[in-house]
């Protein structure tokens, strides 16, 4: 009965691949985010869907492609992987007229070689 | 845009109480949140206030001052548990209410 998750968990790669992360919520959530937290633990928000439209978009390299399918997913896929992408990526979902309070999926720790 | 200042570390001791301090700076305001972190782990959410004064529940209370841009967090009866990063974080009142996080605390709790 998992709220929010995320696949992998860890991910490892080369700089210069493609990679992607899955996020799935069954909390009937209309919002979905992405936020990387780097190695100096600043969590900062990526992206931010609502009912599958993107509606929060930072500065942030068009090597990374958010997609959502339905409202309750939300997959962000990274194109030519840089070193300093290496992070922590949290997927996180909330009710956006009731949002209160946002829930965080496990986290994926990517490391890029 | 959001500002927002904590202190990066603070040592408590087990039983004692702990005040976490966080000041901001925006453009327009609509909350105020607090998230624990425990190492290697998601954020998991302990407190909200959009108006000032004390929210308390049970060992944890927060308290928020508008007209101050201020907020706190306050740990009483610490346990060695409550180790973890407190992150403040504020919404802002555009019509999609983004969330900017602070830079976190990371609270260690000594025996």
């Known amino acids: 009965d998992t709220a929010v998750s995320q696949t992998p968990k860890y991910l490892v790669t080369q700089m210069g691949n493609d990679k992607s992360i899955k996020c799935e919520q069954n909390?009937?959530?209309?919002?979905m985010y992405w936020y990387k937290q780097d190695s100096k633990k600043f969590l900062k928000i990526m992206f931010s869907?609502?009912?599958?439209?993107?509606?929060i978009n930072e500065t942030v390299p068009n090597r990374f492609s958010p997609k959502s399918p339905d409202k309750a997913h939300l997959n962000l896929h990274i194109n030519s992987l840089e070193l300093g992408d290496s992070a922590v990526y949290f997927c996180?979902?909330?009710?956006?007229?009731?949002?209160?309070?946002?829930?965080f999926g496990p986290g994926t720790r990517l490391t890029v070689l | 845009g959001q500002n927002i200042d904590q202190p990066t570390e603070m040592t408590a001791t087990e039983g004692a109480i702990v005040q976490i301090n966080c000041t901001y700076q925006?453009?327009?305001?609509?909350?105020l949140f607090w998230y624990q972190q425990h190492a290697g782990e998601a954020p998991t959410f302990l407190s909200y206030?959009?108006?000032?004064g004390l929210e308390e529940k049970g060992r944890f209370s927060s308290f928020l001052s508008r007209s101050k841009g201020y907020s706190y967090l306050l740990l009483k009866e610490l346990q060695m548990k409550d180790s973890a990063s407190y992150l403040c974080?504020?919404?802002?009142?555009?019509?999609?209410?983004?969330?900017?996080f602070g830079t976190g605390t990371k609270l260690q709790v000594i025996p």
């Open positions: 996180a979902s909330s009710q956006l007229a009731r949002q209160n309070e946002q829930f």
């Open positions: 909390l009937g959530h209309d919002t």
């Open positions: 869907y609502n009912n599958k439209e993107l509606i």
């Open positions: 925006t453009s327009g305001f609509n909350g």
């Open positions: 206030n959009v108006l000032d």
């Open positions: 974080a504020v919404r802002d009142n555009g019509g999609y209410q983004k969330v900017t």
